[in-house]
């Protein structure tokens, strides 16, 4: 393994990443992919292309990361090196194998694992038919390359673009229904299994390089599968592969123990083995000869020149790959080479590589900033950019504004950084890391006692740094810094950098710039685009200030200064945190508070022994006291002074049991957490474990639920008498109240301690049901995760989707779509999503479901269609859009009633216009009374309808099948005076008869509208007509039913 250029880096580099270039149509490759060649895209059938379509659409969504370029970063091997391990018995035994293996490479750092990797992937691995490969490689400090998914994804990326026949319908359907698919690793875990087994004929090679980099969950996640996987018989009926290298880590070594025993399929291939080790040291000479002859070409040495470097180099035994990049690095960067200095160098080459780094950074104009920019690219959060390093580098106490900072341009602080720490540091696309994860290990000072007696040790490297940067001293000016010697190897401790970073971070914070409030509606986004550094500031000062332990004065007194919340004005810099974690902005927020969320000592203390604040005061958004937001952070210190009691009169002591907007308690919140130290100090001062919140939970249940061994085992020593409670019901209780009010935290907390997905409440109604009910996406999402029951039915019959269509939850409904839910579910009535959807106006969903194809006229157990459902109830803006989609406008239910029918009887004006202007049967009857649409307009006192049908030619003498009435003589008998007035002004019959002879005059006097009777009488009604059974008149009616005024009124209309 070996490098051929001369600014890059194997698994130990942090090099460049390269432009990604977005080729489209017929060309090369995808962006970030591996592929050569074209691409060529033939005329296909419209289905073909659809199919085409949906590929493309996963293909973009798995092209998560630039894994092309960051391969590419390690050089392309030296020929002659890399053939112990591709000629190795067991890698070719590995690699002709027809059954599902793993092979894992390990070797020391510097050994070239990564260029291995990289020859494998470009050239190897691939070179045989019916394979197929992808890759990924890790590297620690680069965000885009530490997680799982995001190497599966790359992987998969690679995988389904050379062999589209693995990215199948189903899997293809999996991406489109789950749309966090490429976050979760099991579920694209399941993907890589079900593509594997789909084919018998292809072998699927997954290469992972650099595996101990890769974040602690990740491994985890990975190591856990593999075992699953390659301890499967099933695996024999599949060929997939994994090839991983990393470091000899203990936790990987155990992970991986099970699968290495006997007969199992993983094999172990260790370069720190003797014979692999002497095959590696012949190959680093041959990799040393090539470097030596590309030095000679550049530096144009003589041919005796660079055989003294030859043979000097390769004399040095037990040498790496990283050793001879460094080593001769620093050799090719004497100015004025020639013989002499050759000689001079070689004479005394650094033994290890922890030598080289020393020499390097020795060689540091300005070892005071070089040791401080190392303080801060060892220390932070994330790795800085340029720009964040210049202003790190920067700012002093004397800057007060930010336009008072003079930066420099991103070329010339490359260049001090350069000149501070020489190849230590690497630039890619514009971030600063250090060279290679060992440079980390070499400068940091490790968790252990100092190594006594050694002071003779020590001046010797003093004497022979000393000596060595005499041999290469150079004509720029040094400061009286560099002059001295220093030993650079474990000489940074953390909690110093920590405390360097944490400064820099408050000073910027506490420019002018940065004190005010924002305004209401800035674009934080913009904002840290603007300001550099503000972004990184806010997000991980407190980190840093937690972790560096400084108590100084001046600090103390900043902290103080940063927190306070002048005249209740919130400082700039906590609005932009707020912002990072996308939650509501918790308006109301005091300094206490802001100490207590932060665990910010000084600033607890400070407000407290002023004693002008209020310590059980509450935020505007969530009700949360300093002592709530302590213990769900774990802010053990902060907990003990508010809950302390003191001899000063004035100080209150904190309400330990403290209710927030949703009635939970601080004890609630740190068990949630798992907060265990916490806990315990909050049940020492006398937390309450049976207060229930909103949900219905108490802090004991929480204990219970939370699969917290340490967190329950303090609990229960409280002594509850509850404790025995079944842990499956109060699983199930919390699971369904908090799906129900959408707390995410609980039903996460649940669902990790095994709670029944399904479970069901006294209504049938699963969790996933109660929370579509109530429109809550976010656990929606999450229970669909989780493999929740996406058709399950409660006692109505109703799914979730019907439930979430019922209320309208245009998101929930669309997510529960993409995860393929039965869009024409019917519950106990009958009635689909769509129809609920319909029924209560809920435009948008009824949209959603039309662009899915739903059954627009189907019939509920009634006979009514979702359209009629709409009109029944007036909902114009889905009549509508039912109307513009071709909706069955004239079709009828049980009762023979057809929407119009069911929208005049309602009173819906606007509905029964867009009916008549679609020219419906404006004279339908129903089955059961056969009463039109005027009729039941009038029976139900609508005037706007009635007048509205009289307007388009209704028979106003309709009668209905069972009584005989007419519309006039509805309205009458049901005392709506306004619609009699209008039917009698367009004439209609005022003495008309019924079944029973019974005129509309009969009928409001024998009810006792007195109005009525009296409009009926004005307009000539017939006060002596009588009915056919008993021969009543209106006037003997009222008088039997007791209306009075009624019988005063007709008598007065009988008096001559």
């Known amino acids: ?123 190897v691995l691939t070179s045989h038919a019916g394979r197929t490969v992808g890759y990924f490689f890790f590297k620690d400090d680069f965000e885009d390359q530490r997680s799982i998914v995001k190497a599966l994804c790359c992987i998969f990326h690679q995988l389904f673009y050379q062999n589209r026949d693995l990215l199948t319908a189903h899997i293809i359907e999996q991406f489109e229904m789950d749309e966090r698919i490429v976050d979760s690793f ?75 025993m006997e007969g199992q399929p993983l094999i172990h291939l260790s370069g720190e083995g003797t014979e692999e080790m002497e095959d590696i040291s012949r190959e680093i000479k041959t990799f040393i000869k090539a470097r030596v002859e590309t030095i000679g070409a550049r530096l144009k040495l003589t041919e005796e020149e660079k055989s003294i470097l030859l043979k000097s180099v390769t004399r040095v035994p037990n040498t790496t790959y990283l050793w001879v990049y460094l080593t001769l690095n620093l050799i090719e960067n004497i100015k004025d080479i020639d013989k002499t200095r050759i000689l001079d160098a070689t004479s005394d080459l650094p033994k290890t590589v922890d030598d080289a780094y020393e020499r390097i950074l020795s060689r540091s104009e300005d070892c005071q900033k070089a040791r401080k920019l190392l303080h801060i690219v060892v220390g932070a959060t994330r790795p800085l950019t340029l720009q964040e390093m210049n202003l790190a580098l920067i700012l002093s106490e004397k800057h007060q504004s930010y336009r008072e900072l003079e ?106 710039d940065f004190r005010k409030t924002l305004p209401r509606r800035i674009d934080i986004g913009e904002l840290t685009n603007t300001y550099i550094f503000l972004d990184y500031s806010t997000r991980s000062w407190a980190t840093h200030f937690l972790e560096a332990n400084d108590d100084t004065d001046n600090m103390k007194q900043s902290l103080v200064t940063l927190c ?160 025995h409670l079944s842990i499956d019901k109060i699983q199930t209780r919390l699971l369904i109240s908090a799906a129900r009010k959408g707390n995410e935290a609980i039903v996460t907390l ?27 996406e976010a656990v929606v999402r999450l229970l669909l995760e989780n493999k929740a029951d996406i058709d399950s039915r409660d006692e109505n019959g109703q799914t979730p989707f019907s439930r979430a269509a019922e209320n309208g939850h245009e998101a929930v409904v669309r997510l529960l779509l993409e995860n393929k839910a039965d869009i024409d579910s019917r519950d106990e009535n009958g009635q689909t999503p769509f129809s609920r959807a319909a029924e209560n106006g809920h435009e948008a969903v009824v949209r959603l479901l039309l662009e899915n194809k739903a059954d627009i006229d189907s019939r509920d157990e009634n006979g009514q269609t979702p359209f009629s459902r709409a009109a029944e109830n007036g909902h114009e803006a889905v009549v509508r859009l039912l109307l513009e989609n071709k909706a069955d406008i004239e079709l009828r239910d049980r009762n023979g009633q057809t929407s119009l ?7 819906h004006k606007v509905v029964v216009r867009l009916l008549l202007e679609h020219s419906v049967d404006i004279e339908s009857t129903d089955n059961m009374f056969g009463q039109t649409p005027l009729s039941w307009a009038a029976r139900n006192g609508h005037e706007a309808v009635v007048r509205l049908l009289l307007e388009n030619k209704a028979d106003i003498e309709s009668t209905d099948n069972i009584f005989g009435r007419t519309p006039l003589s509805w309205a009458a008998g049901n005392g709506y005076e306004a619609v009699v007035r209008l039917l009698l002004e367009n004439k209609a019959d005022i003495d008309s008869r019924d079944e029973n002879g019974q005129t509309p005059l009969f009928w409001a006097a024998e009810n006792g509208y007195e109005t009525v009777v009296r409009l009926l009488l004005e307009n000539k009604a017939d006060i002596e007509s009588t009915d056919n059974t008993f021969s009543q008149t209106p006037l003997s009616r009222a008088a039997r039913n007791g209306h009075e005024a009624v019988v005063r009124l007709v008598s007065r209309y009988k008096s001559p």
């Open 1 to 123: 393994m070996s490098f051929t250029n001369d600014h890059g880096s194997g698994d130990m580099f942090n090099s460049h990443m390269s432009t990604q270039n977005n080729n489209t149509g017929n060309g090369n490759q995808f962006p970030g992919s591996n592929f050569p060649g074209t691409v060529n895209f033939y005329q296909s059938t419209q289905n073909e292309r659809s199919l085409q379509s949906r590929q493309m659409d996963v293909l973009k969504r798995l092209n998560v990361s630039k894994y092309r370029d960051q391969k590419d970063r390690n050089p392309v091997r030296v020929r002659g090196t890399c053939d112990w391990f591709v000629t190795h018995p067991t890698f070719r035994a590995w690699q002709e194998t027809q059954t599902s293996q793993m092979l894992w490479v390990t070797a020391d750092p510097g050994c070239g694992k990564s260029v291995l990797a990289k020859y494998l992937a470009d050239s």
């Open 186 to 260: 099991g579920s694209l875990w399941n993907v890589l299994i079900s593509a594997a087994k789909q084919t018998d004929t292809t072998e699927i090679i997954c290469l992972l390089d650099a595996f101990d980099e890769c974040e602690p969950d990740g491994r985890s996640q990975l190591t856990v599968a593999l075992e699953r996987l390659y301890t499967d018989e099933s695996r024999h009926n599949f060929n997939l592969k994994f090839l991983i290298t990393s470091r000899l880590y203990g936790d990987i070594r155990q992970g991986f123990q099970p699968m290495q």
């Open 407 to 512: 930066l420099r341009s991103e070329d010339r602080i490359r260049e001090n950084i350069r000149d501070l720490c020489g190849l230590f540091i690497t630039v890619v696309e514009g971030k600063i890391y250090l060279l290679h994860q060992t440079a980390r290990e070499f400068l940091i000072e490790k968790n252990k006692p100092p190594i006594q007696g050694n002071t003779s040790d020590s001046k010797l490297r003093v004497l022979h740094n000393a000596a060595w940067r005499n041999r290469f001293r150079d004509t720029h000016k040094r400061s009286n810094d560099s002059i001295q010697s220093l030993s650079w190897k474990h000489s940074l401790k953390l909690q110093e950098s920590h405390q360097i970073i944490s400064r820099i971070c408050i000073k910027y914070l506490l420019l002018s």
């Open 564 to 723: 306070d919340l002048i005249e209740d004005c919130c400082p700039a810099w906590f609005q932009v945190y707020w912002a990072s974690l996308g939650t509501k902005f918790p308006t109301g927020f005091n300094s206490l508070m802001i100490g207590a969320y932060f665990g910010l000592i000084p600033v607890v203390q400070h407000w407290i022994e002023m004693g002008k604040t209020d310590v059980d005061a509450e935020d505007d958004i969530y009700g949360r006291s300093a002592l709530s937001w302590a213990s769900g952070n774990g802010h053990t210190t902060v907990i003990k002074l508010l809950i302390k009691r003191s001899y000063r009169t004035w100080w209150k002591m904190a309400r330990v049991d403290a209710r927030d907007r949703h009635n939970r308690t601080p004890l609630s919140w740190a068990i949630i957490n798992g907060q265990v130290e916490a806990v315990s100090l909050l049940l020492k001062a006398g937390a309450v474990i049976d207060l229930k919140d909103d949900i219905g939970g108490t802090p004991l249940e929480y204990a219970i639920c939370s699969g917290n061994n340490e967190v329950w085992n303090i609990v229960k020593k409280k002594g509850s008498q509850n404790h």
């Open 750 to 776: 649940l669902l990790e301690n095994n709670a029944d997905i399904d479970s069901r409440d006294e209504n049938g109604q699963t969790p996933l049901s109660c929370t579509a009910e109530n429109g809550h």
């Open 901 to 907: 029918s069911r929208a005049a009887k309602n009173g």
